[in-house]
């Protein structure tokens, strides 16, 4: 059982939006920057967005980050066949003295 | 571009003992904090331990703790990770990654750069 609650799936057509959750708590979510990862099957994973609502350098603005409170969505826009992937919300637990993952969601784009 | 390219995974008995190795390039490794994740077979990404460019300010998960020890050697732009008597639930790929910034910084820290990864598999 993760400390921060993603949902285990989730699927969309290509061209369309999909938000992607994550529910955690004061001591994590709450209180400190949460950031998000890509992963495809077989490589590891990429940075996606951080601090937040931060994008790398070469990630397109089609992905963005928001937090309100104890969660943090990731948006991707304009889906395309390529977005099919693992995605994992991240951040400090405070209380825990521990990084925390999310669960990961897996993303379909059909 | 930053690569990131971890070896010494391997078959390893339970108790055992095995060296992970990340050799990176790409920026500068003495400047960098750096960190280890890990993944089981078919589940999810798992913290193990980050620390700070110096090699202080160390943090480990709970699950390894007192088993693993990381370390690193700049001369060498050179990661590593020490497991130490190893348990079933320690298979796994291990990542290697660069953190942000030099001093772990827990409120923003996040996980710039990952490599492929090295797989640990313990079983007799």
């Known amino acids: 059982q993760s400390v921060l609650t993603q949902p285990p799936s989730m699927s969309a057509a290509p061209g369309q939006k999909v938000t992607i959750s994550c529910s955690g708590s004061?001591?994590?979510?709450?209180?400190?920057?949460v950031s998000w990862y890509q992963q495809f099957p077989g490589t590891g994973p990429k940075l996606l967005i951080y601090e937040n609502s931060k994008r790398p350098s070469g990630i397109p603005d089609r992905f963005s980050g928001s937090k309100s409170g104890t969660s943090a969505t990731l948006g991707i826009t304009g889906l395309q066949t390529g977005d099919e992937a693992d995605y994992y919300c991240?951040?400090?637990?405070?209380?825990?003295?521990?990084?925390?993952f999310g669960g990961g969601t897996r993303l379909t784009v059909l | 571009e930053v690569q990131l390219l971890e070896s010494g995974g391997n078959l390893v008995q339970p108790g055992g003992s095995l060296r992970l190795t990340c050799v990176a390039s790409?920026?500068?490794?003495?400047?960098?904090?750096m960190g280890w994740v890990r993944q089981a077979p078919g589940k999810g990404l798992e913290w193990v331990s980050v620390f700070s460019a110096g090699g202080g300010n160390v943090h480990y998960a709970d699950s390894v703790q007192g088993r693993f020890t990381i370390s690193r050697d700049n001369s060498q732009n050179t990661l590593y990770l020490q497991l130490n008597n190893v348990r079933d639930e320690d298979t796994a790929v291990y990542y290697c990654t660069k953190a942000r910034g030099m001093v772990v910084l827990t409120a923003r820290l996040h996980f710039e750069s990952w490599g492929q990864g090295t797989l640990v598999i313990v079983s007799s």
């Open positions: 004061s001591s994590n979510v709450g209180y400190n920057l």
């Open positions: 991240g951040t400090w637990d405070t209380s825990l003295g521990a990084w925390v």
């Open positions: 790409g920026f500068s490794f003495s400047n960098s904090a």
